[in-house]
């Protein structure tokens, strides 16, 4: 089976063109101005992209999908949230593997791959979480990196007495990634201040979803940013500091990247579109706007945007962790310290960055491609075989029509979450036809595919790096 893709304006991070796109089977094997159909065979499927962008299929290097998380699992399975994030034009998704403090690596690494080998729809690769590290969860890990393929590692520095890593741990796996050369993505906010800030504002009655944001100010965050920055300066080991919500944290970073610290940074689209009033609203339902690091002030959406259109944060992800308001969120009545953190966005990110960062004027389209594509890949060890349309590359392409108009809507979400943090904002944009490896697997905010069709991506480093 062949496609080609014609009359559309193919746009990636470097380029801009009017060319069509063909790809053999699953592969990109021709990209030139007006290909004659006739000279393809006959099988070809042809599909008309005439006033529309043909972007390489998008990537979120930070997802959530099986969480057990605060006393809760999130809801999505692989099924729901890959239908979800191919319905919104991404074609490829990290998943962060979050073990408990007891769990073993090897045992967590095998019940992720299960569920995912299971239900995937789209392309997947993993992050491995590094809770408990002895010598035992240590010889797993080294394992893991040597003979099954795992490319980077994912640690918290929040989370007191649940998913947080002591300094002793962070330092010896911080040489260890370096000496294996692999990427420790991280979330950075400081354990303790966390947790007594949370315990003085519970204990002063001050116990809904709207002293969120004031348990975990922006100081918190910068002294995260600054205390990984720190052992990465000793350690030598490559950072990708993800979620970053503010301009002052993305600062600490490039401060540390100045004077030779090999850090990246990544944000989410929450923190690029929403602010701290939404955990503000009434009757709890600020409750849905819970996360963490938390929704900041709206100045900051001008400082985060301005650093990706400066390329000083690289990549855009989602944070996807979908909790139902209903039975899940509401745990937290009694107080705020116990809602499950997250905001469902899998399927809104690419159209909320069209809406909010390329319409607004804020971001252009190859920079849009750069942030929620291509970064990735090159980051990650896929590129060029994913974020790029380019000979040889998988044929992942999504066929953009930038006139669409409608709100954001949780009738349209295929998320199992019942509520949509984003509903009735604007949405201008929508992924029309989505290709995965040669493949249409979803057409207007439909999944069409096959079940379970997608794979995990092989990553290799020696092929790629950030630029
Ligand atoms: O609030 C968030 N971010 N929830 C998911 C877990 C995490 O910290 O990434
Ligand atoms: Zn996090
Ligand atoms: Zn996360």
């Known amino acids: 089976m062949s496609i080609l893709i014609k009359n559309g304006r193919v746009i990636t991070s470097s380029e ?20 004659d159909p006739s000279t393809l065979p006959d099988d070809t499927q042809i599909i008309d992209a005439r006033n529309r962008y043909v972007f390489p299929g998008f990537i979120d290097p930070h997802v959530h999908i099986h969480l057990p998380f605060m006393g809760t699992n999130a809801i999505d399975d692989h099924e729901s949230a890959t239908k979800a994030a191919l319905a919104g034009g991404t074609t490829s998704i990290i998943e962060m593997i979050c073990p408990g403090p007891d769990d073993e690596p090897a045992a967590a690494y095998g019940q992720w791959s299960e569920l995912a080998k299971a239900g995937a729809c789209c392309d997947w ?12 969860a240590q010889r797993q890990v080294r394992d893991l990196v040597e003979h099954h393929g795992v490319r980077s590692f994912k640690i918290f520095l929040a989370y007191k007495g649940a998913l947080d890593i002591s300094d002793e741990n962070l330092f010896k796996l911080m040489r260890l990634a370096k000496e294996l050369d692999i990427v420790i993505t991280a979330h950075c906010e400081n354990a303790e201040a966390v947790d007594a800030m949370q315990q003085a504002l519970v204990s002063e009655g001050k116990s809904g979803p709207e002293w969120h944001e004031p348990s975990r100010p922006r100081s918190v965050e910068v002294d995260g940013v ?5 052992f990465a300066e000793l350690t030598g080991a490559r950072i990708y500091i993800v979620h970053t919500s503010c301009g002052d944290a993305v600062a600490r970073a490039m401060a ?37 690091p938390p929704l900041r002030d709206p100045e900051e959406h001008d400082r985060l945007w301005e650093a990706i259109e400066s390329r000083h944060v690289s990549t855009i992800g989602t944070d996807h962790a979908p909790f139902n308001f209903i039975g899940q969120k509401d745990m937290g009545r009694d107080a705020f310290t116990r809602i499950p953190n997250g905001i469902p966005s899998i399927q809104e990110r690419v159209d909320l960055v069209h809406t909010y960062g390329v319409c607004a004027g804020r971001i252009d389209l190859q920079t849009m491609v750069n942030s929620c594509s291509t970064q ?15 000979i040889g590359s998988d044929a992942d392409l999504v066929i953009y029509d930038p006139t669409h108009e409608t709100p954001f809507c ?9 509520y949509c943090g ?7 944009g929508r992924a029309e036809v989505v290709v995965l490896r040669g493949r249409v697997v979803a057409r207007e905010g439909q999944y069409v595919g096959d079940d379970a069709g997608g794979r995990e991506i092989q990553r290799d480093f020696s092929t790629s790096a950030p630029s």
């Open 376 to 390: 990735a890949a090159r980051t990650f060890g896929m590129y060029p075989r994913k974020g790029e349309i380019a």
């Open 226 to 230: 600054n205390h990984l920055c720190t």
């Open 16 to 35: 801009d063109r009017m060319v069509d796109v063909y790809a053999d089977s699953e592969t990109i094997t021709r990209i030139e101005e007006n290909i």
């Open 410 to 418: 949780e009738s349209d979400s295929l998320s199992r979450v019942d």
């Open 125 to 136: 690769s993993f992050h491995l979480g590094i809770v408990r590290f002895d010598d035992l």
């Open 422 to 428: 984003y509903e009735g904002m604007e949405r201008r």
């Open 256 to 292: 540390a990247q100045a004077a030779g610290v090999d850090v990246i940074v990544e944000s989410v689209v929450p923190h690029l579109v929403l602010d701290s009033s939404w955990a503000q609203r009434g009757d709890f339902e600020g409750a849905k706007y819970v996360m963490s």
